[in-house]
């Protein structure tokens, strides 16, 4: 509803003129007339400067309205949730989204609201609320598989659709639960007739202010700079709750008065009412601070906000004015004291009958069972975006030194009503995808509920951290820090470190291919003594004791997280390098020590995440995000380095594929249908597992607080939960997964003998893909299995006695070692007649 920035006091005016014009012909003496005159001047000075106002707390609200109510205001928001065709999503979780996102069941919706939407067969219509205008209509249609067919703006083919920010909490220091926005026809009568009857009996009768509640405030409080309490209406406790910090001043209470008067000129009654019923604060249960009537439904009662009963209606009705004085929780016998208050007001405003009152005030106050993990939204990563703002803010007021606080008058011009106004800071949206930590919160559980079998007999109870960040911008998209946050807040994603194990040993390979050396050269795979510090001995042994005694790949020894070979590979590479290069990484520096090597130095899954994702990223660095920058490109940051190769990256890569195809991680092969994965796991005193697709990592941790031995390996701990929040995330947005890791160029793909290190042949009885840099790559085939040297397979040789010679057989020409070397380079070649002939170094050398 739009208004005339000059109609705002028009009803002051009108009448002023003609009681002027009345009394002035009246009046007789003088001094009367004159008396009159300064008293008229007063009220037309007052009645201007209220016009004034009026028109400068109008800009404040309207500002609010274009750019979007809902997530204008202060708080910590979830990153929008962008639909594209392929996602997996039914019409019914499309318009639960929606509902949490600020969008009504409606045809139509009024500014306040993100938009409306309505639902036909297979498909969903969102009408949003935008400025530009365009897409007007956006059609999200379904096939029979439960996922987006189609996306269509205004009839016109989209490739994305993002929705408004969801919210994550209203207050920072507080965490709140999942909740839907609420229209007002979803609100139950009975709740309506509650909420009015005991906070604002003349609700749909005034204009947002009530004019004896304010002079009955404003005596009350006379000559006290600090205001106490006053008679606001719903309205005014909206404004305060949405506009206003809470401290208690004459000027604050003017200015809500104001942007009171101001909103309800804009917005329905209706939609005032239920903006308020999603708003405002009933108390804590646990760790969750419940916003909102619908929240509070759930979180007391166990219900949907329909299925209230009288007494309960009025038991939330009653907990506004002071949610902890009446808390159901802390305080049953209060809160049923006012609950029989608020029945008592209902009879008053002829809502319900006496008898009906007297039958709902015998009834018990009865709570239902409450797990804060199905209301609690993300509590660790709200704190640890907390601690970031809280830091960003240091920074700049260290910076800002002697600046205007920007909060101060709203950035408006100091000659403004509205200067120095007490307005709440502005919103923070994060990076967070709900859905992922739907997820992982899900998968956490999952995992948990396996492990406890294991250890509650034991009386252990075993942590765990997870961390899912976008390899490209570096942006958390989801985030656990442990099993109960109303136990334990101790976030264990950042803060706790702990030793990786052998998810280190990629950056100990990686800075091997750094400095050059081929993930096809041979490591002895038994046991070794190494020595540093002159004298110092260092004797490591493999997970579980065993030694395959004899020469293995470069590449074997990472797939197969070999220990001897990885010092081995360390020590050749020279422990600083080693050192260096996981520090350019974003991981601790380790101390050059032979044992940093296997992963003793600590480090926190976040880092570990980050650390990994610069492999996916084609070997450069990344910074973790959790606030998200408007003006960040879709490549991610700038300002990333490249710290190694995109070759050596890539190779990196795929040894970590190999780790998954038949390593030590294989448990999880093919676990992520047409998708390429890359990963490693980690035994230390925990068990970790490390692992990405091109457009996804995910680090996961399993262990003790006290740092007690876990006694399983992270295959067996970490893994099965990376692989359940991995698929699940994959299945439902297909785009952060990947047929395949891009190949930069200097990097070949060959199939080699394993056994032989050359080109295999159709004869080899063993084969295996592998990337390597083109330089390094081997170029003879074979000669071991070579079919120009094996029998044929149907062929059967004659069983001879040692003294005979086959009547047709030469005696067979005897080489030195060095000739035979020569030999084994044998290889194909096409002549001047475009024939294929066998050629070696020995033919070479007699031509």
């Known amino acids: ?220 409080n006379a000559g006290d700079e600090r205001m106490g309490q006053g008679g606001s209406t719903i309205t005014q406790q909206l404004i305060k709750n949405t506009y206003l910090t809470p401290e208690r001043t004459l000027r604050r209470k003017y200015a809500e008065a104001m942007l009171a008067f101001t909103l309800e000129r804009r917005l329905s009654k209706e939609d005032v009412f239920a903006l308020y019923c999603n708003e405002i604060y009933l108390g804590q249960r646990g760790v969750i601070a419940v916003r909102g009537v619908d929240q509070a439904a759930r979180v007391y009662f166990g219900k949907e906000l329909k299925d209230l009963s009288l007494p309960e209606a009025a038991t939330i009705a009653g907990m506004i004015q002071s949610p902890a004085r009446y808390s159901p929780v802390q305080h049953s016998d209060a809160t049923r004291s006012r609950r029989n208050t608020v029945l008592g007001t209902m009879v008053r405003e002829g809502s319900i009958s006496l008898n009906q009152a007297a039958v709902a005030a015998k009834e018990p106050l009865t709570l239902a069972n409450f797990d804060p993990a199905r209301e609690s939204v993300a509590p660790y990563f709200v704190d640890y975006v907390n601690r970031v703002s809280e830091a960003r803010a240091s920074a700049r007021a260290a910076s800002n030194i002697g600046s205007p606080d920007r909060n101060e008058g709203a950035g408006k011009d100091a000659g403004e009503p509205q200067a120095g106004m007490p307005v709440l800071p502005d919103p923070t949206v994060t990076t967070l995808d709900l859905d992922l930590q739907r997820m992982a919160d899900k998968a956490v559980q999952h995992q948990l509920a396996y492990l406890d079998k294991i250890y509650k007999p034991r009386e252990l109870t075993p942590q765990v951290a997870l961390v899912a960040l976008d390899p490209r911008t570096g942006n958390v998209l989801a985030m656990v820090g442990g099993r109960d946050y109303g136990e334990s807040q101790l976030n264990r994603a950042t803060d706790a470190q702990r030793q990786p194990g052998s998810v280190f040993k990629p950056f100990v390979y990686a800075a091997a291919l750094e400095s050059g050396m081929s993930p096809l050269r041979m490591f002895r795979d038994a046991p070794q003594e190494f020595t540093y510090d002159g004298k110092l001995k260092y004797r490591p042994a493999n997970y579980g004791g065993g030694f395959s005694m004899r020469d293995v790949t470069m590449r074997t020894g990472l797939i197969k997280s070999l220990n001897v070979v990885t010092l081995d590979v360390a020590v050749q590479t020279g422990l600083a390098k080693v050192a260096n290069t996981a520090q350019r990484f974003g991981l601790p520096r380790p101390k050059p020590y032979p044992a940093m090597a296997l992963g003793t130095t600590e480090a926190t899954p976040l880092q570990m995440a980050a650390a990994y994702a610069a492999f996916a990223n084609g070997g450069r660095n990344i910074q973790p995000k959790v606030i998200a920058d408007p003006d960040q490109a879709p490549q991610g940051d700038q300002t990333d380095q490249q710290i190694i190769q995109p070759a050596s990256a890539y190779v990196i890569t795929d040894m970590l594929e190999g780790v998954i195809d038949h390593g030590t991680a294989r448990a999880a092969r093919g676990a992520i249908k047409n998708t390429a994965v890359a990963g490693k796991t980690g035994t230390s005193r925990d068990g970790w597992f490390v692992g990405y697709t091109p457009n996804l990592v995910c680090a996961v941790w399993i262990g003790f607080d006290d740092n007690k031995q876990l006694g399983l390996t992270g295959a067996e701990a970490a893994l099965p939960l990376w692989t359940d929040f991995m698929k699940n995330a994959v299945e439902l947005r297909p785009e952060l997964g990947g047929k395949s890791f891009a190949r930069p160029d200097g990097v070949t793909i060959v199939e080699i003998d394993p056994e032989t290190k050359e080109l295999a042949t159709g004869k080899c009885p063993q084969r295996e893909l592998m990337a390597i840099a083109s330089a390094q790559a081997p170029k003879s085939e074979c000669f071991r299995h070579s079919i120009y040297f094996a029998l044929p397979d149907d062929q059967e040789v004659p069983a001879l006695s040692r003294s005979e010679t086959p009547p047709s057989t030469k005696p067979r020409q005897k080489y030195s070692s060095d000739e035979f070397a020569l030999l084994r380079d044998t290889r194909i070649e096409t002549d001047k007649q475009g024939r294929s002939v066998l050629v070696n170094e020995m033919k070479i050398g007699a031509r």
Request: proline share 4%; charged share 25%.
């Open 1 to 220: 509803m739009k208004i005339s920035e000059n109609s705002g006091f028009e009803f002051f005016f009108a009448p002023l003129r003609l009681c002027v014009r009345y009394i002035l012909a009246k009046a007789q003496s003088r001094k009367v007339r004159t008396a009159i005159a300064v008293l008229l001047l007063a009220l037309i000075s007052l009645g201007a400067f209220l016009t004034h106002s009026y028109r400068s707390y109008a800009k404040i609200v309207d500002e609010r309205l274009a750019r979007g109510y809902l997530t204008s205001r202060a708080g910590i928001y979830a990153a929008p949730h962008t639909l594209r065709s392929g996602q997996k999503l039914s019409p019914d979780g499309l318009a639960t989204a929606l509902r949490r996102a600020g969008y009504i069941e409606s045809e139509e919706a009024s500014e306040v609201w993100n938009g409306s939407f309505s639902m036909a067969d297979a498909a969903v219509e969102i009408r949003p609320n935008n400025t530009g205008g365009y897409p007007s209509v956006v059609r999200v249609a379904f096939d029979p598989t439960g996922r987006i067919a189609e996306l269509t703006g205004d009839e016109i083919s989209l490739d994305s659709f993002a929705l408004a920010p969801e919210s994550l909490t209203d207050d920072a220091a507080t965490k709140s639960g999942a909740r839907s926005q609420l229209a007002f026809q979803d609100i139950p009568p009975v709740l309506v007739e509650a909420i009015t009857s005991i906070e604002d009996r003349r609700f749909f009768d005034h204009h947002g202010l009530d004019v004896f509640g304010v002079a009955r405030a404003l005596l009350r």
